[in-house]
Nanobody
Framework: QVQVVESGGGLVQAGGSLRLSCLASGTISRISRMAWHRQAPGQQRESVALITSSGITNYADSVKGRFTISSDSTKNAWYLQMNSLKPEDTAVYYC??????????WGQGTQVTVSS
């Protein structure tokens, strides 16, 4: 069993910052890729950022220059630093762990609300 748990969501004013954390635990092999996705009400889930085990990162155009993804492989943890938040960043944020063994595991999500 693999558990993936997010934390760090909340309510923030536009222009503010939040840092999301994600921790994977359980019987896991090496994580090949760690990612953040988000889903706003009435919209499809979209990719926000990802980081590979070799440190390669990729961001959605809408968050480039504002969000930073990082990881700590020794802890099977990854983070999303979100700066200059906008109301349109309001969504439930989910973390995703992809394993070298082929498994993929989602967290339960954490709410981020940005007020104008």
């Amino acid at each position: 069993q693999v558990q993936v748990v997010e934390s760090g969501g909340g309510l923030v004013q536009a222009g503010g910052s939040l840092r999301l954390s994600c921790l994977a635990s359980g019987t896991i092999s090496r994580i090949s890729r760690m990612a953040w996705h988000r889903q706003a009400p009435g919209q499809q889930r979209e990719s926000v950022a990802l980081i590979t085990s070799s440190g390669i990162t990729n961001y959605a155009d809408s968050v480039k220059g504002r969000f930073t993804i990082s990881s700590d492989s020794t802890k099977n943890a990854w983070y999303l630093q979100m700066n200059s938040l906008k109301p349109e960043d309001t969504a439930v944020y989910y973390c995703l762990a992809n394993l070298f063994s082929g498994g993929s595991y989602w967290g339960q999500g954490t709410q981020v609300t940005v007020s104008s």
